[in-house]
């Protein structure tokens, strides 16, 4: 090994990558092939019969909240989802890296993406390599003339459809959208919550939020980042060229008129509380 896997290694190499101007399965392979020159001496590779991955997430609504505008509900957001997975059935023995080094060092920049994201010598180029060098690993495994890949990525997509699948079906009385790392729900029950907390991967959960469901892909969420409309396009109108617009305008209007009342009510409090005070 050239030089020891950790942290301050791992920030150096990839603050030395070349600013990030375009994506390619090319630029994939050399920002991989330079990771691992850094760290190790000489690769060592394995000859395996790649499975072409099965792609497309499992995607599903519940009809009873189909085109419903629902308030102050929870979303469940996993984190690195796919890289993740990866990693626990790399662990597990259950798929494995043509080249070994490789299966070591994605390893560990996935287990500690936190730490060094969060460290303030990473430049903001060096937050894009990183994420590509996690995400891009899944897609372009498929490829059967990739350099470095893993041998069975239709464990992956197996893995994440069985456990969406299997929250939609088992709790599917709080179950309002889920698509693929996100799920959308009313409630999430003690079953629940022991079921997630026994999954191998990391998850957060984030309170009142404001979401409608049309279909798959197509919806109008609000949370903490602001209001957001998927699937939909606005044309030379300004209006939303589908045909659920009209509903998606009218509740992203509503949304707007309660942030507006938010924030007047925010103020007469300020002021409420300065005539107390005084």
């Known amino acids: 090994m050239k030089k020891e896997l950790n942290i301050e290694n791992v920030i150096e ?4 990558q070349e600013t990030f101007n375009s994506y390619s399965s090319n630029y994939y392979i050399g920002l991989v092939r330079s990771l691992i020159d850094y760290f190790y001496n000489e ?3 394995i000859e395996f019969v790649k499975e072409t991955p099965i792609f497309g997430g ?11 505008e629902c308030y102050n509900i929870k979303r469940i957001q996993f984190e690195s989802l796919y890289p993740s997975i ?4 790399y662990k597990e023995g259950k798929i494995k890296f043509n080249v070994i080094e490789f299966g070591e060092l994605y390893t560990f920049l996935v287990e500690n993406k936190k730490v060094i994201k969060s460290n303030n010598k990473l430049t903001n180029n060096s937050q894009t390599v990183l994420n590509i060098v996690l995400n891009g690993l899944y897609g372009l495994s498929s490829n059967s003339l990739y350099k470095f890949g893993i041998d069975k990525g239709c464990l992956i997509t197996d893995f994440a459809y069985k456990m969406n699948e299997y929250i939609f079906e088992t709790f ?8 693929t790392d996100t799920i ?12 997630l907390s026994n999954l191998p991967l990391k998850y957060k959960i984030e309170d009142n939020i404001n979401f409608c469901v049309f279909r798959k892909k197509t919806f109008v969420c609000e949370d903490s980042n602001g209001i957001r409309v998927s699937g939909m396009m606005k044309n030379k109108s300004r209006s939303y060229s589908s045909q659920y617009g009209n509903d998606a305008e009218s509740f992203v209007n509503k949304l ?3 942030q507006r009342r938010k924030k007047i009510e925010k ?3 300020g002021k409420q509380r300065i005539i107390e005070f005084v």
């Open 58 to 68: 499992y995607c599903n609504f519940s009809s009873e909240f189909l085109s419903k």
């Open 256 to 258: 707007k008129m309660l």
């Open 172 to 179: 599917k009385d709080d179950i309002i959208y889920i698509d």
């Open 86 to 89: 990866i990693v626990n059935l």
């Open 43 to 45: 690769p060592t590779k």
């Open 184 to 195: 959308y729900l009313k409630e999430i029950n003690n079953s629940l919550s022991t079921y």
């Open 267 to 269: 103020i007469l409090n």
């Open 13 to 16: 190499i990839l603050n030395n």
